[in-house]
């Protein structure tokens, strides 16, 4: 049945596809979705979208469809999709992208008519260079932001933002599939409280529907009732570094090449394109053992890469929390590397080594995007502090 339909698709579209064939030699057209009610969704792939043009010499039109109705930031819509981008109703531009993306799968010269084909984690990367910056904070949105800051009396020279995933902006959804990720923000505050005595402004970023107090003026939790479209955008672009422990936003921070340090819950395919991210990972621990795996044994049980909870629940494994003062000791490794301008000492580079070695061996067992892997070396760090103190490896 689907098959008929395809073909009475190609039969409708026919002339148009033609067209479109014969005058890309002169004028190439591109079709993609455009998946808006996510930030992290929306800014990784026009982010890549963007590198990709700016490596281009022909003349292309990239044309986006809606893939759902709802957009997740206006903000970062007006500034950074109507600008380079034409949207047209999904009705008309979805049977054309789909039809293409047939044809790409059939032969590779149709993957000329698509302009960001994901179909894995790492699809469109290949494009991205690490000075790029394609993300230009309008005039508009930079005086908004001033003056929230002037508002809240924030040093603009030492934000740092913090985002800790959680479910509730995801309502009427179930999300269950993700508990894993859930993290306490309790065990960040030590953190918070380190930012702040060394002259920081900690804001909470995000959504939320339960309010953080901390008494301290500079501790904001901007994610409970503060935010605006605009905010979500000049804020991230503002701060000095971004910590997380996972979430979508960390694509715009990444966009905005911003020093991140991220409490991952899973060994997943991480930011390794920039050499200003530090990753922690999460102790996996095995209820039949009673005790944390190392990684040799989270890659033997094919825990890595996995993305729904009931994976590891098959195994018996809890992600848990790391403590406190594990979280502290990553932020000390991220201020480290900004302080050196990100060049570390031998010592340390081969302590997070070891871990890299680690997670190229469960890529090469994914096998998903390992060729990406090994043609890319990677940047990224990961916590030597906190190697030294688990000796997870």
């Known amino acids: 049945m689907k098959k008929f339909f395809l073909y009475i698709l190609l039969f409708i579209y026919f002339p148009v596809i033609l067209i479109i064939v014969l005058i890309s030699p002169f004028l190439k057209i591109r079709f993609f979705p455009l998946i808006a009610n996510r930030i992290g969704h929306l800014s990784e792939d026009i982010n890549l979208i963007l590198s990709k043009k700016k490596r281009e010499t022909s003349s292309v039109i990239d044309v986006a469809f809606l893939k759902y109705n709802s957009i997740c930031n206006k903000s970062f819509y007006e500034e950074f999709v109507k600008k380079n981008f034409s949207v047209l109703p999904k009705f008309i531009i979805e049977p054309l992208y789909k039809l293409f993306f047939k044809l790409s799968m059939k032969h590779i010269f149709f993957e000329n008519f698509i302009t960001h084909k994901r179909i894995s ?18 005039d508009k949105i930079i005086k908004r932001g001033n003056k929230f800051l002037e508002e809240y009396k924030i040093d603009p020279e030492k934000i740092v933002c913090i985002n800790i995933w959680n479910s509730e902006h995801l309502k009427n959804l179930d999300w269950s599939h993700h508990n894993h990720r859930n993290g306490k923000f309790s065990n960040f505050l ?54 997380s422990n996972s979430t979508g936003l960390d694509h ?6 911003k020093p991140m340090l991220i409490n991952t819950p899973t060994i997943n395919d991480f930011f390794v394109e920039r050499k200003n991210i530090i990753y922690l990972l ?39 929390d790391n403590n406190s003062e594990e979280i502290l000791l990553a932020c000390k490794d991220l201020l480290y590397l900004i302080d ?54």
């Open 340 to 393: 050196k301008e990100f060049t570390i000492t031998s010592e340390k580079l081969e302590m997070s080594n070891k871990f890299w070695e680690k997670y190229l061996k469960a890529k090469s067992l994914h096998k998903v995007d390992y060729d990406y892997y090994k043609k890319n070396s990677i940047k990224s760090y990961y916590s030597w502090s906190n190697i030294a103190l688990k000796k997870i490896l």
């Open 121 to 138: 984690k790492k699809s469109g990367w290949e494009n991205f260079d690490e000075s790029d910056n394609n993300f230009k904070l309008s």
């Open 252 to 257: 715009l921070a990444f966009s905005f090449n």
């Open 190 to 243: 030590l953190t918070i409280n380190y930012l702040i005595s060394k002259g920081y402004t900690v804001i909470k970023v995000g959504r939320s529907s339960n309010k953080i107090s901390i008494n301290n003026k500079n501790f904001i939790d901007y994610s409970y009732n503060l935010f605006e479209d605009s905010l979500d955008l000049f804020l991230i672009y503002k701060c000095v570094f971004y910590i």
């Open 282 to 320: 999460r102790p996996y621990f095995s209820k039949k053992l009673n005790r944390d795996l190392n990684i040799d044994e989270i890659i033997e049980k094919k825990l890595s890469f996995k993305l729904k909870s009931y994976y590891f629940e098959e195994q018996e494994v809890k992600i848990n």
